[in-house]
């Protein structure tokens, strides 16, 4: 019996639809199991000094029987540790390190009595910008994060490889794992802060192999703060700062000021600790430092022109906000911020051009709350 065109078309569209439908499902089930294996095997590490005072904390995953990997920043300095599952009770001492990779920011850690399956390690080579990818956290102890990603650049400098991801790691997720569709990790997480942002990164999975095969008995947890780099410091404080714990913030980003002076990051970052404060007098001064130190600092002159401008210093804020621009051309809450200081000058057309242009940027990025909250500004000055 011959089959009319119409007929063929229909019965062909039809078949592609539920190869769709049972592409999407297969597709959403892997996501689910793969997300059920890597929780199961990330923890949340908590790390303290010898009188008990905490350090660092971060996440960390099992590769082998009773051992954990993470980054070496998060166990820096630490005489003592504790791990624990995501939504379980039980916590469990880290008894040492049988491991380290201090130029990949890696160690391996032996933990008491610990069970569980290790995740797989993939082969981090032929990992690829487009990618999608998996990245796992435990960041605080009580539940797991996971969600899916995309590889956006791949770095080489030297002897280092680092996978750039697009989206944000919640603070404490680093040091755990990024896995490949496949539920193989191929990298591991590691925050990295520079000129005042947070960007994300993936230590190749193929560098936790070699230091795997290096690893032998474990050794205490006994490390004095000497061994404490300033970068650590950093990311420390920067990871409590986001967990609204400010003076411990600021008392790791005073400690960075005192091993590396010229630090600017550490002056910017401390003076966003202290306007969230409101100690805005000692936070532009921190600001000042870190422009005076780095002269292109776009986010440096943003926060002090934002500073500046709530407090009604809006000629002066309108000067921060023309530096964030010519550093940064493209930053739409410059524009932004530049159209309410001149609006609040009376200077309504250059408000208007300003908040055009802020609209512009947003529709180009696709930012819908910043299209949103620019739209009612310029209702103003239509």
């Known amino acids: 019996m011959r089959t009319s065109g119409k007929a063929l078309l229909r019965f062909t569209a039809l078949g592609l639809i539920s190869f769709l439908s049972i592409t999407a499902a297969t597709s959403a089930q892997n996501a689910e199991q793969v997300a059920e294996k890597a929780l199961a095997a990330t923890v949340y590490l908590e790390m303290a000094d010898r009188d008990g005072n905490p350090l660092g904390f971060g996440s960390g995953f099992l590769v082998g029987p009773s051992q954990i990997a993470t980054n070496f920043h998060v166990i820096a300095g630490a005489a003592k540790g504790t791990t624990q599952l995501a939504g379980k009770p039980a916590i469990y001492a880290i008894e040492g390190i049988t491991a380290t990779d201090e130029q990949n920011d890696l160690a391996i850690l032996k933990i008491a009595a610990f069970e569980g399956e290790p995740l797989p390690l993939g082969d981090s080579d032929p990992v690829e910008i487009g990618e999608t990818i998996y990245v796992v956290g435990n960041p605080k102890g009580l539940e797991g994060s996971f969600s899916d990603d995309t590889i956006s650049n791949i770095h080489e400098e030297g002897a280092k490889k680092r996978f750039q991801m697009t989206g944000l790691i919640h603070p404490g997720s680093s040091g755990g794992p990024v896995l490949n569709g496949n539920g193989e990790v191929i990298g591991i997480s590691l925050i990295t802060l520079e000129d005042g942002q947070n960007r994300n990164f993936a230590i190749p999975s193929n560098y936790l192999k070699e230091l795997l095969a290096q690893s032998g008995r474990s ?164």
């Open 219 to 382: 050794t205490p947890l006994s490390r004095g703060k000497q061994s404490i780099s300033a970068e650590t410091y950093l990311r420390w404080g920067y990871a409590k700062y986001r967990r609204d714990q400010y003076q411990a913030a600021i008392d790791d980003y005073d400690a960075v000021i005192s091993l590396k002076p010229d630090f600017a990051d550490a002056y910017y970052f401390r003076g966003t600790v202290k306007r969230s404060l409101g100690q805005y007098k000692e936070a532009i001064e921190d600001y000042d430092t870190a422009i005076d130190l780095k002269n292109d600092f776009a986010f440096a002159y943003y926060f002090r022109g934002t500073i500046r401008s709530d407090l009604g210093e809006h000629f002066i804020a309108i000067q921060d906000y023309n530096k964030v621009i010519d550093a940064n051309p493209d930053y739409a809450f410059a524009y932004l911020r530049r159209g309410i200081a001149n609006y609040l000058l009376d200077r309504n057309w250059a408000a208007k051009k300003d908040w055009n242009t802020a609209l512009e940027l947003a529709e180009q990025t696709g930012n819908k709350r910043l299209k949103t909250q620019t739209e009612k500004l310029l209702k103003r000055v239509d």
